[in-house]
């Protein structure tokens, strides 16, 4: 089974960064794109970024150019580097993956637990 298990997050103040950690089980990434949603309080889950078994990856408009998303195959990681954090990015961080295009909740196949990220002004 697919198992995803996040790190990382924590409070941090506006203008900071953070890296997530995505631990996954062997062979998840040679068979689902990986990626990262996030969910804030009274809010949607919503579309951060993801990567495909090609390496491909692409992210939300809004977080292009602060987030970055990349793995590490040997230790079967995937990261999300997130910089000049605003409080607007205040919410539960959740490793997810499933089929491309990995964009929409409905897609997801597996889900981490989630990671708490609190951006203070």
């Known amino acids: ?3 995803l298990v996040e790190s990382g997050g924590g409070l941090v103040q506006a203008g900071g960064s953070l890296r ?16 990262w949603f996030r969910q804030a309080p009274g809010k949607e889950r919503e579309f951060v970024a993801a990567i495909t078994s090609s390496t491909s990856t692409y992210a939300e408009d809004s ?11 040997a230790k079967n990681t995937v990261y999300l580097q997130m910089n000049n954090l605003k409080p607007e990015d205040t919410a539960v961080y959740y490793c997810a993956a499933g089929p491309v295009p990995l ?3 409905y897609g997801v196949r597996f889900w981490g637990q989630g990671t708490q990220v609190t951006v203070s002004s």
């Open 1 to 3: 089974q697919v198992q």
């Open 20 to 35: 997530l950690s995505c631990a996954a089980s062997a062979g998840t990434f040679r068979n689902y794109a990986m990626g």
């Open 63 to 73: 977080m292009k150019g602060r987030f970055t998303i990349s793995r590490d195959r």
């Open 103 to 105: 964009r929409l909740t």
